[in-house]
């Protein structure tokens, strides 16, 4: 594959992510989890919503945290307690075991188990249990950490444009809210074509329930419809 062609695309290791995360990936042949800058409090590293009750209110599932170590996420340690664990299996059994496909959730709860007790940040955690999520669901892009990359240095607009240089990519794989931080000039000027993701695989296969966690998504339709669309969609749809 040329430079002009591969696309690379990246976001914090976030906690039990929505499906258009994985929709990210999908559309990257490299996808970097950005676990190298600093961790902000209330955000979707360590919590992610799910819907409880019959009028579905969003409410969130939370892995807690160590205080202190804010200025990385790679240095940032979730609780390692055995009650903290228990409660979030519970809330996940609780809110999802009455779904068609729960089933399908049960041996990525039990690797998150293990995995809890075998590290000790939120960024391997994350990171073990996402690459994990990607391949039962078929999505097999390239993955790097950002602490692995040698990008402290940079920030902002800058740390992208370098990262791209580094791992040699002429395609830029964004979110939908880019364009807030995002020198779209500078861009060009390199030579870097910046692309937007469009999400259009998570609406068809989740409708509503895209915004929860990628769990409740797979409880509900289950793993083979998920591969199956995921199947076509690299067969059907091109990358950027």
Request: with cysteine; proline share 3%; net charge positive.
């Amino acid at each position: 594959m040329s430079n002009a062609d591969l696309v690379v695309a990246g976001h914090q290791p976030n906690f039990f992510p929505w499906f258009g995360y994985f929709e990210k990936m999908l559309g990257s042949d490299i996808f970097v989890f950005s676990d190298d800058v600093q961790y902000t409090k209330q955000n979707y590293v360590n919590r992610v919503a799910y819907p409880e009750g019959k009028d579905s209110t969003p409410r969130y599932l939370t892995l807690p945290v160590c205080r202190g170590d804010d200025y990385s996420i790679n240095a940032k340690k979730y609780v390692k307690d055995k009650k903290a664990l228990d409660k979030i299996i519970k809330t996940i059994e609780i809110n999802m075991g009455g779904l068609p496909f729960f089933s399908d959730l049960e041996e990525v709860i039990r690797n998150f188990a293990v995995d809890y007790q075998r590290f000790e940040t939120v960024a391997d955690l994350n990171i073990s249990t996402n690459i994990r999520l990607a391949k039962l669901m078929g999505i097999t892009a390239t993955t790097k950490r950002g602490c692995d990359i040698g990008l402290s240095g940079w920030h902002s607009n800058q740390r992208l444009l370098r990262r791209q240089e580094i791992l040699q990519s002429r395609v830029y794989l964004s979110g939908a809210g880019s364009s807030e931080y995002t020198d779209f000039e500078a861009f060009e000027s390199r030579g870097i074509r910046h692309v937007t993701i469009t999400y259009s695989l998570g609406p068809k296969l989740f409708g509503d329930s895209l915004k929860f966690t990628v769990l409740y998504g797979i409880a509900s339709v289950g793993l083979n419809v998920i591969t199956r669309a995921v199947d076509r969609h690299k067969k059907y749809d091109s990358k950027p």
